[in-house]
């Protein structure tokens, strides 16, 4: 019975948090920044913020994973050899330099579901070798600490995460041969559509494969293994998220209420079981919508209805951006630089607030959609912006 809640692991030399030989662990609530850190040389400068080994029952959810570091590893969160019984759900990965989900060998119902993943992935293998220390999207061993032996998985699931990877960067999903069987359903994958290929290598050797309902977009820069295409989608899932090189913020990786991630996943069902991960798929998203049962969930990590049309930001020569935010937004109209007035509305029709210039405050008001009206050289034009 071992809790760890609300903590804060911030430039450790190696990993942050390591439950060893143990069961019944909770951790919930807690940051995790910059594990496997330098800043003093005495460092082992190596680490996952948080690693499982050889226990049995660890749930960690609502947690913060954030800029790992190291030439191994260095996760935000990996399930090392041995475990059973372990979830990483509802946590928000960002910038971790080996990647988002790594799962070694000889563990018994193990995975990542209803996590978010930004820019995780990064490393590059000093020796240019594939499928060796490069930077991972998910990666799947049968490691079990001793080479040549090689351990299988039994249940390894990856499900309703959401994956964004910008275009500075391109980390590998690889599942090696005889890891068991493998489940993955209803993850979003989000990739910029310039920068270098994604690699991906989905190896069928003595391995049981069940892969269905996950979108790639723009899949034009995924070098997509064949099993990944399996009943995949493909359409711009319209992400809050307008930021060319990812927002740094979990509620910017929702989606819109006309994207086809909507009511297009693989039903996960079947168990009343709460740690039958496989068949129980928890019943709440990140965002702490429900996730029915009997009907298929979007796919990806946000199971909502979805915003309305947030994103048609632009109207004839102006424009007001960013879309989404927690602070402020531009207004740029364009041959016009005279005076602006915007009244703010929120969405039951209620004003709200006049501001003037071609920057406005959104600070002081709280979450949800707003109407702007930009009065501008006897013209009005009605703009939607979301505040996170």
Known sequence: QIVVKNCVFEHTGGSGFVPNKSKNVLVQDCIFNHTGSSIDNRMWKRGSGMWPFDCKNVVAQHNKFMNAHGPMDSYGSHIDYGNENVVFQYNYSYNNEG????????????????????????????????????????????????????????????????????????????????????HVYNNLIVVGQNGEIIPTLIDNNLNDLYISNNLFYDSSRIDLDSDLENNALYGDPFLLNSVYLGDNNPQAYQIQNNSPAIGSGFLINGSTDTTNYLEHNGGLDYFGNSVSHHFPSNIGAFNGSGFMDILAINVEDIKIYPSVTDDYVNISIQEYSGLIKTEIYALSGNFMDIQSGNKLSFKKFKSGIYFCVVIYAGKKKTLKVVKL
């Open 99 to 182: 990647g988002f989900a790594e799962i070694l060998g000889d563990n018994i119902n193990c995975g990542y579901r209803y996590n978010i993943s930004v820019n995780d992935g990064y490393r590059e293998d000093p020796n240019g070798v594939p499928w060796n220390k490069k930077g991972k999207i998910f990666w799947v061993s049968n490691f079990c600490g001793q080479n040549p032996i090689r351990c299988p998985n039994v249940g390894t699931f990856i499900y309703n995460n959401t994956v964004f990877v910008n275009d500075t960067l391109n980390p590998e999903i690889y599942f090696r041969p005889d890891v068991g069987d493998v």
